[in-house]
């Protein structure tokens, strides 16, 4: 007798059309490892099309994906601005039973001894060195390097070009802009917005909010007098 498995590893949705799941339908192809079922969008027509992937409807399919033997899924939501968007898809799948896989492009580099927890996104050319840590749901967007014994949190979101130095500690739901740094050693506090081409050289508390270009923290001359 032939043995039917109760659903195929390889069969994943995207849960969401918008710009960044264009990035993440050619990074899930380019792995060869996954067949992408649809798109999940509930701002999408019906049977549009996102570069070739069928966007199959909105949350109210997950149910009948899940009984047709689809139980991974992408997502695709980044977030920007408001991490709460990309946190409440993930809520959404685990609820309905998904599992959010690992998704690495072939151009990026993870080094033996990182790990990388469940729905971790690295894209195109990016690094992750030894020791690091990557929370669960983050984006490495393209070209990102993660140094040596890093600690992300829950995700966090690495915009295209953000370099990070060794011994860095992001806390859960921090965003980080294009081309931005951060120095070794630096943590950054939860929830903390770092703008595009920023430079952080000291730790940043939570919810803090540092402008593009900017330099962390800013440079104030002392007061000389005369007198």
Known sequence: MI?????????????????????IIETVRATGAYQI???????????????????????????????????????????????????AVFEILAEKGFVCPT?????????????????????????????????????????????????????????????LAGDVIIDDFVQIGMNATVNIGVHVGKEALIGNGATVKKDVPSGTRIYAGSIWPKYEPKNNRVV
Do not use: W
């Open 3 to 23: 043995p039917k498995f109760e659903f195929d590893p390889t069969r994943v949705i995207i849960y969401g059309g918008g710009g960044l799941s264009k990035m």
């Open 103 to 163: 998704i690495v492009h072939p151009t990026a580099y993870i080094d033996h001894s990182a790990t990388l927890e469940a729905g971790v996104l690295v894209l195109a050319q990016s690094y992750v060195s030894g020791k690091a840590v990557v929370g669960m749901g983050t984006l490495i967007n393209n070209t990102v390097v993660v140094s040596h014994d890093n600690v992300l949190g829950v995700c966090t979101n690495l915009s295209p070009g953000a370099k």
């Open 37 to 87: 079922v649809g798109v999940i969008d509930d701002s999408l027509p019906k049977g549009s099309d996102v570069i070739g992937a069928n966007v199959l409807g909105g949350e109210d399919v997950l149910e009948s994906l899940y009984q047709d033997g689809v139980r991974m899924a992408v997502n695709s939501v980044g977030g920007i601005g408001n991490y709460r968007v990309r946190l």
